[in-house]
């Protein structure tokens, strides 16, 4: 395992990065000095693990989101450099603009080609503001379903990473049809030749994350959240304050075990002990086998079977109730 | 997104609930000017000065566009359940019960076989007073099941929709997957070279516009009805700045290329017949 060096830590987080942060002190001072100091740190470590178990098994929902959030938890760049080889990026809509809040390419995960989809939210803050916080614009749906058709004529399946807040709320989003260009990616993405396999990495905001999303199989990682709207949207519609996002993100329901416990999503994939942010590596190794695992299941049957399956699982998600006519 | 207690405030240019004020005369919301009652109601709930359109129940469209007496509703009996046990101000059940006692209806649209203009056709509508005509499992429900029956009786299916409330939030993630099981039928529909006319009224956002409402093979809205993705107090929070006059209004979503055309309300089944008798011929 690698070293978990200290990362900015949400108040929740603060009792673990301070043992972090001491631990990686010793260490450093351990090996400038030629003082063994392994005992303390070994210690140090127990009580780090513990202290992360500890917070790590009764996360609220509001905590799991801003996990969700955390600016070190990988991004689809880190998917990309760490468990897709060969890749080859892919710009553009040939419509409107290269959208950069979506990120398209070529590449293998194993031994299997794929084409990669993904919300770009970028690290830096140049990046960022590039692809507005990783919420896309209408071009960037149609990128992505540009690419989607091509992988579909080379019987090459799709792999979507999603993480947005959700898709972008403006005035030239207006004017380029985002409803539009989300509805049409819904109803060509349902009948995709091509296995589809989508896993939400951190942030399923609305229909700007399903606009990419509607897949043979949708895995979630442990700590990632996916709303039909933001806490803090919700929050501000029912109690007229933004700031009671954490009751809202309670009763929406969004966490990756409601969802499973839903049939909404297939699969949570657990993340390593106190949040994906703290290793990349095995973060994304864990991610890299629940995918193969799942075109292994869906990349042998028929085009017809598989497409046959995809409608069934959405036509079953739904809850009601129905007085049937009697006799 | 939302729910019933976002309705947008008193004075903003699309404001849903219309107060009639008893007697002969009401004032319209659109140009402000004291119309004389009756004549509204004969347009079809239309201001005869400004053309604005009012809210119309599910009962008054079904009159307005069908032959008469030829709607008869199929799926009824679906009802809203409470998966998330969303409690906020009030829970969800309970608002649920208040709507139904309030307003008689049992969801917020209604599907149906119909004849228009003696073409047999699957009409559903949206019905603005039912949680402001948002889409949760029942509405998603009901869509795709119209969806599968047009396509069993090979008919065309036409879907009038109304929703501020896009996607309803009480529901949580079963209302945004609804988003993807409606396309996913008319996927399946098209597929099979069944016709949907999709017609869109005012507020026509969010969950709803981005899935089924912006899906139609042709897609015609009532004038002056707002259309799109983000609500406009979203955008206007968001880039902190005013929106353009007309911002998302029909007229807006006709010139970006988005809706193939624009029709009064009391020409709407007119327009019907004449695509009806284009598109499905009757032997
Ligand atoms: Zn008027």
């Not at chain 1, 149609?142 to 403006?170: D, L």
């Not at chain 1, 296995?195 to 979630?220: F, H, K, N, Q």
């Not at chain 2, 228009?116 to 949760?136: A, C, E, H, K, N």
């Not at chain 2, 109304?162 to 039928?185: I, P």
């Amino acid at each position: 395992m690698e070293h978990s060096s200290p990362v900015p830590g949400l108040e929740f987080e603060a009792p673990i990065v301070e043992l972090e942060e001491r631990i990686s002190e010793l260490r450093a001072f351990s090996q400038s000095s030629d003082v063994d100091l392994s005992g303390q740190i070994d210690e140090l470590v127990r009580k780090c693990d513990e202290k992360k178990r500890a917070i790590y098994a009764h996360l609220t929902p509001w905590q799991r989101v801003q996990i969700a959030r955390h600016p070190q938890r990988p991004l689809v760049s880190d998917y990309i450099k760490w468990i897709v080889s060969d890749f080859f990026e892919l710009h553009g809509d040939q419509a409107y603009r290269d959208d950069p809040a979506i990120v398209s390419g070529l590449g293998r995960i194993g031994d299997r080609r794929v084409m990669i989809i993904g919300n770009r939210k970028g690290k830096t803050t140049p990046e960022k503001i590039d692809c507005n916080f990783g919420c896309a614009h209408p071009e960037g749906y149609r990128k992505a379903m540009r690419k989607m058709r091509f992988a579909e004529k080379f019987g090459i399946p799709i792999v979507s990473f999603i993480n947005t807040p959700g898709a972008y709320p403006g005035i030239g989003a207006e004017e380029r049809g985002q409803a539009f260009v989300i509805a049409r990616n819904l109803f060509e993405m349902a009948s995709l030749k091509v296995p589809v396999v989508a896993i939400v990495i951190g942030e399923g905001g609305s229909g700007g994350a399903l606009g990419i999303g509607l897949a043979d199989r949708v895995l979630m990682l442990e700590n990632s959240y996916y709303s039909v709207i933001s806490p803090e949207g919700c929050a501000a519609i029912l109690w007229k304050d933004a700031s009671h996002a954490s009751r809202a993100a309670e009763i929406l329901k969004l966490t990756s075990q409601d969802l499973l416990s839903f049939g909404i999503v297939d699969e949570v994939i657990a993340e390593p002990l106190a949040g994906a942010h703290r290793d990349h590596a095995a973060t994304t190794s864990s991610v890299e086998e629940a995918i193969l695992r799942h075109l292994d299941e869906v990349a042998p049957m028929g085009v017809e079977e598989r497409i046959e399956l995809r409608h069934a699982k959405y036509r079953a998600i739904g809850r009601f109730t129905e007085e049937l006519p009697v006799g | 997104m939302s729910t019933e207690e976002s309705r947008p405030r008193e004075g903003s240019r699309f404001r849903r609930r219309k107060e009639m004020p008893t007697g002969l005369w009401m004032r319209c919301s659109g140009c402000s000017k004291m119309v004389y009652k009756s004549l509204v109601l004969e347009r079809g709930n239309v201001c005869p000065e400004c053309n604005f359109h009012f809210d119309i129940t599910s009962e008054e469209r079904i009159r307005l566009l069908c032959d008469p007496d030829s709607f008869s509703e199929e799926f009824g009996s679906l009802e809203s359940v409470d998966p998330l046990e969303f409690v906020a101000r009030r829970s969800y059940r309970e608002r649920l019960e208040q709507v139904k006692e309030k307003t008689g209806l049992n969801e917020a649209c209604v599907v149906g076989t119909a004849d228009i203009g003696g073409t047999p056709v699957v009409l559903g509508v949206s019905d603005p007073r039912f949680l402001m005509g948002s889409m949760g499992s029942v509405v998603g429900e009901k869509f795709t099941r119209g969806v599968d029956l047009a396509h069993e009786l090979g008919r065309p299916f036409i879907f009038v929709s109304g929703s501020g409330g896009g996607a309803r939030m009480d529901e949580g993630m079963f209302s945004l997957m609804q988003m993807a099981k409606t396309s996913a039928a008319l996927q399946r529909f098209s597929d099979g070279g069944g016709l949907f006319v999709s017609i869109l009224t005012n507020p026509t956002m969010g969950g709803a516009m981005a899935s089924f409402a912006a899906l139609g093979d042709v897609t015609l809205a009532e004038p002056k009805s707002l259309i799109g993705f983000a609500g406009p107090n979203v955008i206007k929070q968001t880039i902190k700045a005013d929106l353009p006059s007309g911002f998302q209004s029909s007229e807006f979503n006709l010139e970006h290329g988005f809706i193939d055309r624009i029709v009064d309300r009391q020409d709407l089944r007119e327009a019907l017949i004449r695509l009806l008798a284009y598109l499905c011929p009757q032997a």
